[in-house]
């Protein structure tokens, strides 16, 4: 017999990071929930911009280095190819723009406090 338990719908989650190691971990880890459904990885802006257009996901998580600028040009154009999306910009040893941060994504996470305030961002449970 089979559980007739609905189960929750799952968020749809791009990630972008230059680094692939960066993308694989946080994809990963992202994974790991069963609450998210990650739908594209990306390294640039080029293939960024592609995944938001072709898949629509309900938030991007972005490294704040993925651009070499910070992350601010990406995090523009990102928000203005996605405006339903939230951005969520992960934060390394102050290598991003701050006050564009914090004025464009929909939040800003520390990256010495990942995976946790990634889950909680998300609103979905950590893994055990």
Same mark, same amino acid.
Do not use: I, K, Y
């Given at each position: 017999m089979q559980d007739a338990t609905?189960?929750?719908? %799952?968020?749809?989650? $791009?990630?972008?990071? +230059?680094?692939?190691?960066?993308r694989e971990s946080l994809a990963s880890v992202l994974a790991a929930t069963g609450r998210v459904q990650v739908v594209w990885t990306a390294a640039d802006?080029? #293939?960024? /911009? $592609?995944?938001?257009? @072709?898949?629509?996901?309900?938030?991007?998580v972005l490294d704040a280095r993925a651009d070499g600028?910070? &992350?601010?040009? /990406? @995090?523009r154009s990102l928000r203005e190819q996605a405006p339903g999306a939230r951005i969520l910009v992960v934060e390394w040893d102050? $290598? &991003?723009? /701050?006050? @564009? #941060? +914090?004025?464009a994504a929909d939040g800003v /996470?520390?990256?010495?406090? %990942?995976?946790?305030? %990634?889950?909680?961002? %998300?609103?979905?449970?950590?893994?055990?």
């Open positions: 609905p189960r929750p719908a %799952l968020t749809d989650v $791009a990630v972008v990071a +230059a680094d692939r190691r960066v802006q080029r #293939a960024a /911009l $592609a995944c938001v257009a @072709l898949r629509r996901p309900t938030v991007v600028s910070g &992350g601010s040009e /990406l @995090l102050g $290598a &991003g723009d /701050l006050s @564009l #941060a +914090a004025e /996470l520390d990256a010495s406090a %990942l995976p946790g305030a %990634l889950f909680a961002a %998300l609103g979905v449970p950590a893994t055990d």
